[in-house]
């Protein structure tokens, strides 16, 4: 009788044992190349987060120290979208909202310029002065009348001569009138001969920008009605609803719901409140988050606010401390991989977006295969010279400072209440990042990365991605100590 009780015991303790969920990270996986045909310059980056259409699946995170003013731009110019991060001073974060949408992408507004009478070699001490190729002419009333290359100032001889007898002059320059579309402007610019540069003008000559190649080179903005795709952070609370709708009047394209428990009845208030108020105005997405669970229970109940992506991602991120504060936590491999199996039963299917972790281009390819149709990223964005802090603290020896947003220093200055007003016990930690220079210099090469993991696996789209992704065998698991071979074994420097 005694034995039987002990076995009936150890065999519940056995199957509770055996029932315990496996949470694994993105760190523990790894993806399986199979048989292509693709190459990675053929990949299409593309995904949808409900109306609104990015050509790069990036979304700036924000934090305080990340998603400002400077980087959304940056990102929407490259095809991805920032989410301004929630500033205590609403009239703030507008403003912030109505600066990035006024921002004509890629156009050099007020460039430096020249007048007619100008000597050849003041122009030249000017040119070189801040390291230009080109230069507008104007008149004395602000009109172009040429513009002057670094190729018409080469010759000695003619140093003493004006600038107006060695510029090409308007009527041989192709100039763009003002309001030309964005995408116009590039395709003119990449396929035009002796377009290097295109000068905007009105109808009476007047000069409003310049938009030079080099700086397009890289562009793909995403879609937002021609304006530049931007997002925002709010709370939950009932002021909240007014600075979303605000910025939803005012052309913001994505709201995010932002908590670090979405899984909470203010939060599924707050959706729902959104997407009703939000519906008749349209052309907006609303996300909310985040959640992670093993069951994909949290995404479903967001899912049935009708919002259009949903947030995943608990304890994973680079400045995270939640999972070893409060125990709680759940990788995101199986975050993402239990919403995507509790979809499948769902009649409401928002977007993914994988948050925390995604640091380098090989995590953003892993998330997308297993389930994401978007990443958001802080670590990754804030390296970058428009990032908030390196535009508010500077860069100091090379690197970026990265604060939490519930780290000890953020809580003082009370810079989000993402974790709730009465926080006072972090969960994050404040760090440094190496600064890697302005965006267009590398996020690129990083998409390039992206774009490289993507052909490995014969996807030619984020659609193929999530096919191969679903198949067994699509990701592999080392050991810890296959890990540590498979990691860089010597010394980078
Ligand atoms: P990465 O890895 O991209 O992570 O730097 C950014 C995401 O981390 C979340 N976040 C935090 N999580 N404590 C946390 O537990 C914090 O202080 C904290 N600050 C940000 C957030 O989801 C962000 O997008």
């Known amino acids: 009788m005694l034995n039987k009780t002990r076995r009936e015991i150890m065999g519940a303790v056995s199957d509770y044992i055996d029932a315990i969920p496996k949470s694994i990270t993105l760190y523990d996986i790894d993806v399986t190349p199979t048989k292509s045909r693709v190459h990675p310059n053929d990949v299409s980056l593309r995904t949808t987060i409900g109306p609104k259409k990015l050509n790069v699946p990036i979304l700036g995170a924000p934090m305080t120290d990340v998603t400002g003013p400077m980087l959304a731009k940056a990102l929407s110019v490259m095809g991805g979208c920032g989410i301004l991060y929630r500033h205590p001073d609403v009239a703030v974060q507008l403003g912030w909202l109505a600066d990035v949408l006024e921002h004509r992408w890629c156009m050099v507004q007020n460039p430096v310029s ?37 190729r018409d100032v080469a010759f000695k001889w003619h140093r003493e001569d004006t600038v107006s007898k060695w510029m090409t002059p308007l009527a041989k ?3 763009a009138i003002v309001g030309t ?22 109808d009476s000559a007047q000069l409003h920008g310049m938009y030079f190649m080099k700086d397009v080179v890289h562009a793909d903005p995403s879609e937002n ?14 002021e909240d609803v007014e600075r979303a709708m605000t910025a939803i009047r005012m052309g913001a394209g994505i709201v995010v719901i932002d908590s670090s428990h979405g899984d909470s009845h203010d939060v599924v208030l707050q959706a ?5 108020l939000s519906a008749p105005i349209g052309n907006v997405a609303i996300v909310a988050g985040n959640v992670a669970d093993v069951d994909g229970g949290g995404y479903l109940r967001l899912a049935e606010t009708g919002v259009h992506a949903v947030k995943v991602g608990i304890g994973s991120g680079s400045i995270c401390t939640t999972t070893g504060q409060t ?34 281009p090989g995590d953003a390819v892993k998330a997308l295969l297993v389930g994401a149709d978007a990443v958001m990223a802080g670590k990754w964005l804030v390296a970058a010279s428009e990032s908030h802090s390196a535009i508010e603290n500077g860069v100091h020896e090379g690197r970026v400072r990265y604060r939490g947003m519930a780290s000890r220093e953020a809580i003082a200055e ?14 994050g930690v404040s760090g440094w990042v190496h600064h890697r220079g302005p965006l267009s210099q590398w996020l690129p090469e990083d998409m390039e990365l992206v774009r490289g993991g993507m052909a490995h696996t014969g996807s030619a789209d984020i659609g193929c991605l999530h096919r191969y992704g679903a198949l067994c ?15 860089v074994r010597v010394e980078t420097n």
Request: glycine share 12%; charged share 30%.
């Open 327 to 360: 125990g709680a936590g759940v990788g995101m491999v199986t975050a993402i991989r239990a919403c995507i199996e509790a979809r499948k039963k769902s009649n409401v299917r928002p977007a993914i977006i994988a948050d925390g972790g995604i640091n380098v």
């Open 181 to 202: 579309r964005f995408t116009e402007i590039r395709e003119r610019l990449l396929n035009e001969q002796d377009c290097s540069v295109l000068p905007v003008v009105d």
């Open 173 to 175: 320059l192709k100039t």
């Open 473 to 487: 065998g699509a990701i592999n698991r080392y050991t810890s100590l296959g890990r540590m071979q498979a990691d």
């Open 414 to 427: 009370r810079m989000s209440d993402r974790y709730g007003k009465k926080k006072n016990a972090p969960e």
């Open 272 to 276: 729902e409140r959104l997407v009703t």
């Open 114 to 150: 020249l007048k007619q009478t100008d000597r050849i070699d003041a122009a030249e001490r000017i040119l070189k002065h801040h390291g230009y190729s080109t230069i507008p002419v104007k008149d004395e009333n602000g009109c172009l009348v040429g513009v002057l290359f670094t």
């Open 225 to 238: 009605g021609g304006k530049p795709l931007v997002g925002i952070a709010v709370g939950v609370g009932e």
